[in-house]
Antibody
């Protein structure tokens, strides 16, 4: 059974940093692109970042490019999201997702809440 | 960026009834490889999104045949027949053809 478990969320002040983690199990992690998708409170879904199987390629929307960094450790079956220079508009639930061939998300974690506020 | 426009924003349906959701993209979703990477997700209350339909019209594993997808180019539709209580939630269309990947704004399905 595919499982994705996020951690590392919490309350952080504007301008500070936070790192999210996602522990994967139930599949061969190194064979899959992975991604982060977020959802602001009572809002829709927004793709945040994608990383290739080896980690050599990463993709971001303009809203987070230059501030967020996605990375992975295939030996640990873990995905990460380093978030710097956080803004109030980054407040959201962040989901770890398997990004099949970088085209679509077939499995999602339960999400972790990040609140950016002073 | 490709804008995905869903209509309606909310739907009220009777149990056992039928309904449909429209999704329109601002650009064609036909990829250079010939595939159309248009997907449908359902987010039930308090849960993560779950995949229903992939590449326009293919049901994901375990999705009942009450759900069907259709469309081409820039216009797509999700149809739900014989609505059951477990179908309630917010439906999102999503495109995986162009970067940045984008979702529709969502359609909330409620009971009448």
């Amino acid at each position: 059974e595919v499982q994705l478990v996020e951690s590392g969320g919490g309350l952080v002040q504007p301008g500070r940093s936070l790192k999210l983690s996602c522990a994967a199990s139930g599949f061969t992690f190194s064979n899959y692109y992975m991604a982060w998708v977020r959802q602001a409170p009572k809002k829709g879904l927004e793709w945040v970042a994608t990383i290739s199987t080896s980690g050599s390629r990463t993709y971001y929307p303009d809203s987070v490019k230059g501030r967020f960094t996605i990375s992975r450790d295939n030996a640990k079956s873990s995905l990460y999201l380093q978030m710097n220079s956080l803004k109030s508009e980054d407040t959201a639930t962040y989901y770890c997702a398997r990004h099949l061939l970088s085209y679509y998300f077939d499995y999602w974690g339960q999400g972790v809440m990040v609140t950016v506020s002073s | 960026d490709v804008v995905m426009t869903q209509t309606p924003v909310s739907l009220s349906v009777s149990l056992g009834g039928q309904t449909s959701i429209s999704c329109r993209s601002s650009q064609s979703l036909v990829h250079s490889d010939g595939n159309t990477y248009l997907y449908w997700y359902l987010q039930k209350p308090g849960q993560s999104p779950q995949l229903l339909i992939y590449k326009v019209s293919n049901r994901f594993s375990g999705v009942p045949d009450r759900f069907s997808g259709s469309g081409s180019g820039t216009d797509f539709t999700l149809k739900i027949s014989r609505v059951e209580p477990e179908d309630l939630g917010v439906y999102y269309c999503y495109q995986g053809t162009h970067y940045p990947r984008t979702f529709g704004g969502g359609t909330k399905l409620e009971l009448k």
